[in-house]
């Protein structure tokens, strides 16, 4: 009998205690990102920069493939454009033996999640794949093949100037015919760039609060 009212009353603690520090506890509400404006710009080193901007990737790199005995080359090039918030991709590769020598080529596009800072850019990236190559050593005969498959990639940049900067892009390409998974070293070249930072900047929101 005593151990069930001590139980009780150490029960009725417990929940009064866990409900007063609820009630207590602030809520945070969640951080709003402000309107889109495709026009909003940043200043950065002395100049304007559009905030909501496209840019190039060129490629040159390594590869390996569950078909080929050797690690292979390869060179790409990629376009990263947006719609309001939202960043695509879409590019091409080659891969050989050597640079710019071609046994299998591909297409791919993507949809990704772009972070951009004033010396930095990450991205990931992922999407349908057309490939198609060719395998066989002479004197055996050559064997086409093609088809569709998946491509994921992920990029690192550091960038020099706001809007140039080099890096490293990790990738994989997944099929029926072959996996193949590599890196390539990436040139970034991005469209940002306004001009000189002016008296008044109206598209920049710290300068115009009133700005949508």
Known sequence: MYFRAVNKFFFILICFCAGNVLAQKEVTPPVEQPPYNRKEEIIFDGKRYRIHNNYVTLNLGFLESTIREQGQKTAGLDYHFHIRRQYFQVGGMI???DFLSNNN???HIGYGYRIEKNTANLAFYGGPTYFKGVEGIPPAPAMFY???GLY????AIYKVKYDVGLGLEVFGEFNYKQIMAGFKIALFF????????KKYNPNVRSENPNMK
Do not use: C, I, W
Not at 190 to 197: C, D, F, I, L
């Open 95 to 97: 891969s050989g033996e």
């Open 105 to 107: 080529n591909s297409f």
């Open 146 to 148: 093609d088809g569709f």
């Open 152 to 155: 994921l990639s992920g990029q």
């Open 190 to 197: 991005s469209g940002g760039y306004r001009g000189v930072k």
